[in-house]
């Protein structure tokens, strides 16, 4: 009875996740009180701890972060790694990050229709891979530069899976009851037409890479485009003109240098890009294109109207910052339902089924970032960085960030390094000047490198975590395989830049 209750307990635990990935959760939350208990190493604790995470985020695709993640959470405040008030602040510190994924992203949801026929409307005309690969990665910079990286990438998942579920529905002939059709299932996929949905997977996974490196590209640049450049501008006294224009020597040859690897990677094909749109997939898309303009009636018309002109107010508000991006977000909810007859409780929840699993993993990722914090992990690097030349410590500190970026959230270690440099320039250790110095190092450092992994990058980390990502199998492994040209490029013309012109 004991064994094959035990043996219930086990199976039930992580669900169907693999053996192997359950023993190696188990294991985890084994060793972690062996090393702080035990052998009292709570910092070697808290370093093991980061890596445990970042595995339970490359498993991803095996198993949502949000269980595992949260268990070893939840024993580092056991262990007092860290405290829970000191998860509360560092939740509160990022309060707005929080609010932007529970509203803006719920209220992008309610501008699909408009999206999908914008950008049905770009797939159909433009037929060049190559001229569809560049828009992508400069729009989504242009839009990351005065929008949130996180709501542009919520609108390229939004497209994608519109794309995506319009063929899989063709692919499985499942043309009737698409409501209840899986898409995540494919044996009832043609055999004709699998060979075109996986080649329709690679062609999804490329646009939607070239947009999300994008975000970077264009989030470095303005003091709205990443979370982490407002707390550096409001510490260096900057305002939107005085940012840009202070980080334009480094952000400019970085984007244009980010835009041509865009164009070798697509003449190339390396790194898993260059796929091409296969023609039976095309002519599905031109067709559902054409199926949907013939039904529209004229209140479709005045839904898509009224998003247009929604999209508008949505631009002016989050251009001028008349408020943070999430309430931005709740009124392009509330005006998006009320003016297109959305009120019914059940309709209005889907828009948050997206957002809210990634906002719970979130608030686990602050954990982890409050346990970096009292154990003071970082602040090593930050003293060995200070303890060279004055002429080399700009290009040290973006190496440093850069490296940091990668395994921890680039919001986090911006903070941190900013932090320290506002208080040496209040003490008089360094000059405004250098100090200026340092500031456009840090910006440029937690948010060029980031894009290596999905767990410096919150935008990454989205994608990463969204209903779309299995569907065209993009796993952590391809998301940082497909990065890798683009964060050498980045590192390589960003730290160029700083070395000539900082």
């Not at 604790?45 to 268990?71: D, H, N, R, S």
């Not at 008030?85 to 990050?97: D, K, Q, R, S």
Request: hydrophobic share 55%.
């Amino acid at each position: 009875m004991g064994k094959t209750l035990g043996n219930a307990v086990f199976n039930n635990f992580l669900g169907n996740a693999p053996t192997w990935y359950k023993q190696a959760i188990i294991f985890f939350l084994i060793l972690n009180p062996i090393l702080v208990l035990v052998l009292d190493q709570p910092v070697i604790a808290g370093w093991v701890l980061i890596g445990e995470f970042i595995f339970t985020l490359a498993m991803a695709l095996k198993c949502y972060p949000l269980q595992p993640g949260g268990l070893l959470a939840i024993q580092a405040v056991a262990l007092n790694l860290t405290t829970p008030h000191a998860v509360f602040e560092e939740t509160l510190n990022n309060f707005n990050v929080i609010l932007l994924l529970m509203f803006m992203v719920a209220g992008i949801y309610f501008m699909k229709d408009l999206l999908m026929f914008l950008f049905t409307k770009i797939i159909v005309k433009v037929r060049s891979k190559m001229a569809l690969s560049i828009m992508f990665t400069a729009l989504a910079a242009v839009l990351s530069a005065f929008l949130d990286a996180l709501t542009v990438t919520a609108v390229l998942i939004s497209v994608g899976v519109g794309f995506y579920q319009v063929y899989h529905r063709v692919a499985s002939n499942a043309h009737q009851h698409h409501d209840k059709h899986d898409h995540s299932d494919d044996t009832l996929v043609h055999d004709l037409n699998r060979e075109n949905l996986e080649q329709f997977r690679a062609f999804l996974r490329s646009l939607l890479m070239h947009g999300a490196v994008g975000t970077a590209l264009g989030g470095v640049c303005t003091l709205v485009g990443e979370p982490q450049n407002l707390l550096i501008a409001q510490k260096a006294g900057w305002d939107f003109i005085t940012f840009f224009v202070t980080m334009a020597p480094v952000t400019m040859p970085v984007l244009a240098a980010g835009l041509l690897t865009t164009v070798v990677l697509e003449y190339t094909g390396w790194f898993d890009y260059g796929a091409k749109i296969p023609e039976p997939v095309y002519n599905v898309l031109k067709e559902h294109e054409e199926q949907k303009n013939e039904k529209r009636n004229q209140s479709d018309k005045a839904k898509l109207i009224v998003q247009g002109v929604i999209a508008l107010i949505l631009c002016v508000a989050l251009a001028l910052h008349l408020a943070e991006v999430g309430l931005i977000g709740l009124m392009i909810i509330v005006l998006l339902t009320a003016f297109n007859g959305i009120i019914e409780e059940h309709q209005i929840g889907h828009a948050f089924e997206e957002a809210l699993p990634f906002t719970a993993l979130l608030v686990v990722f602050f954990a982890v970032v409050a346990v970096i914090h009292e154990q003071h992990l970082f602040t090593p690097v930050i003293h060995w960085v200070m303890s060279f030349e004055q002429s080399v410590q700009p290009i040290m500190f973006f190496v440093a960030n850069g490296v940091l970026s990668m395994i921890s959230d680039n919001v986090f270690v911006a903070t941190v390094y900013i932090s320290e440099v506002a208080e040496m320039l209040a003490d008089g250790t360094i000059t405004r000047e250098h100090f200026d110095q340092l500031t456009i190092a840090i910006n440029t450092g937690t948010n060029l490198p980031s894009v290596a992994t999905p767990n410096g990058q919150a935008a990454f980390l989205f994608l990463l975590t969204s209903a779309l990502a299995p569907l065209i199998r993009l796993s952590y492994g391809k998301m940082v395989w497909m990065a890798l040209p683009y964060t050498l490029v980045l590192i390589t013309v960003g730290s160029a830049m700083i070395y000539l012109f900082v």
